[in-house]
């Protein structure tokens, strides 16, 4: 039966219920409609708008529900059309009139705002607990790296020399301004819409102040048509997640790459790895390459959320019901992938042999050989194109820049002595 069948003649038809209902979706809210249902009632007693029995049955029954829901003991319908409702309904039937007075000075608009909230404040601190956890995994690696020579690459293209550490560095650096980002984003999401009714308050007594203690916000959404129509806090909780997941995927890129045959700088451990249904060699970086591919998803559920907002006049409308599958998912998915590539990385064998090879050849240290002739006192663009020159040699000789004489260095420029195969030394130069 319809919580708000008053106004109407007819039942809803079958198909126009089940098109309606969310109920599949936004039940994963229960937890924090609960939470705000409690909240919400224990305010109603203290301003004397039921009483303190009401408040304290309606209180017992919706955590002996959690209980059941938790247990798989409770079945949701679609005709209840949503988590709100179900409960709601649920309640009612338990408790009878008490459960009839919850709903006053509330709308499923401010009710459905504040669940999402209290939803997304859990989902950062999961993010945010994530995030320190492969800062703390990509430190320690990058710790026992601190002399372990790698190319380094622009264009894809070897560039020069580097240590490990200083390119686990780079991610770690990436991922602490994701952990800014979530956090600044927490701080827009921790304010409360309860109270704010439809869209234009409610002409009882509330506390709103009281309600949002209880709920942990420590703020309350100033205005009420703004409080039940924005979503704001979802499309930046998914932007950032987006921006976390593009950087997930360049370094899964990365690792691909690295973990091929042409690089062979790592492997990657056998759990986190699978195999060809027809090709027994193959070893294949299944999880990062998922990875890579689901952060498109993510920016799907971005686009999703900018989409369904970007022509709603105020205040509510049904299209924010949508809202929900892209939220849940961008979260979703992003917590998956965290939890997966710390387990890759922490476990992923790096070959310093491999890698170490790899950068002394490439002329590498050819960037090194130019600054050392700018300290001998000449210009720069000189020096680039002396350089040059000698890579060119090298190349057409079949050897390193370092295997030279000092004949052969002489024979470009007089100002080479001795002092050149340190100022070249590819260990010695890494940039750490």
Not at 33 to 57: F, R, V
Not at 84 to 113: C, F, P, W, Y
Not at 282 to 302: A, F, H, Q, S, W
Not at 347 to 352: A, F, G, L, R
């Amino acid at each position: 039966m319809k919580l708000w069948k008053g106004r109407f003649s007819k039942e809803a038809n079958s198909s126009a219920d089940a098109f309606n209902a969310s109920i599949e979706v936004d039940q994963r809210l229960y937890k924090q409609d609960i939470k705000g249902s409690i909240a919400h009632s224990a305010m109603l007693a203290k301003q004397g708008i039921m009483t303190k029995e009401e408040a304290e049955s309606i209180r017992l029954s919706l955590l002996e529900i959690l209980a059941e829901i938790e247990a798989g003991q409770i079945e949701f319908t679609i005709e209840r059309e949503d988590i709100h409702m179900n409960i709601e309904s649920i309640l009612t039937e338990r408790i009878g009139i008490a459960g009839k007075k919850l709903h006053t000075a509330r709308s499923r608009n401010d009710q459905v705002a504040t669940d999402l909230r209290l939803y997304q404040k859990d989902e950062i601190e999961k993010v945010l607990d994530l995030l320190t956890r492969l800062c703390c995994t990509l430190t320690e690696l990058a710790s026992v790296h601190k002399e372990t020579v790698m190319p380094g690459y622009t264009h894809l293209q070897r560039a020069q020399p580097v240590t490990l550490a200083l390119h686990l560095s780079a991610y770690i650096q990436m991922f602490t301004r994701d952990k800014e980002r979530f956090s600044d984003c927490l701080k827009r999401t921790d304010s409360m819409p309860l109270g704010s009714g439809a869209l234009a308050g409610t002409t009882y007594p509330i506390d709103r102040a009281f309600t949002a203690e209880q709920l942990g916000f420590s703020k309350i959404c100033e205005n009420t048509m703004d409080a039940v129509s924005d979503r704001d806090f979802a499309i930046e909780f998914a932007s950032c997640c987006a921006i976390s997941m593009m950087h997930l995927s360049r370094f899964c890129e990365e690792l691909i790459l690295w973990s091929s045959t042409e690089f062979a700088f790592i492997e990657m451990d056998d759990a986190y790895s699978t195999g060809s249904s027809i090709m027994p060699q193959k070893k294949n970086p299944d999880m990062t390459e998922l990875i890579r591919g689901k952060t498109g998803r993510v920016y799907g559920d971005l686009f999703t959320l900018l989409t369904i907002m970007k022509g709603l006049p105020l205040a509510y409308n049904k299209d924010m019901q949508e809202d929900k599958p892209a939220l849940f998912d961008a979260g979703d998915t992003l917590t998956d992938c965290l939890s997966i590539f710390i387990e890759v990385i922490a476990t992923m064998e790096v070959k310093k042999d491999r890698m170490e090879r790899a950068a002394a050849s490439g002329y590498m240290n050819a960037t090194d050989a130019a600054d050392y002739l700018v300290k001998k006192g000449l210009a720069f663009r000189d020096c680039h194109e002396i350089i040059g020159k000698i890579v060119l040699y090298c190349i057409n000789e079949n050897k390193a820049i370092d295997e030279m004489s000092l004949a052969e260095f002489k024979d470009f420029s007089e100002l080479f002595e001795n002092d050149i195969y340190e100022a070249i030394d590819i260990k010695k130069r890494a940039i750490r």
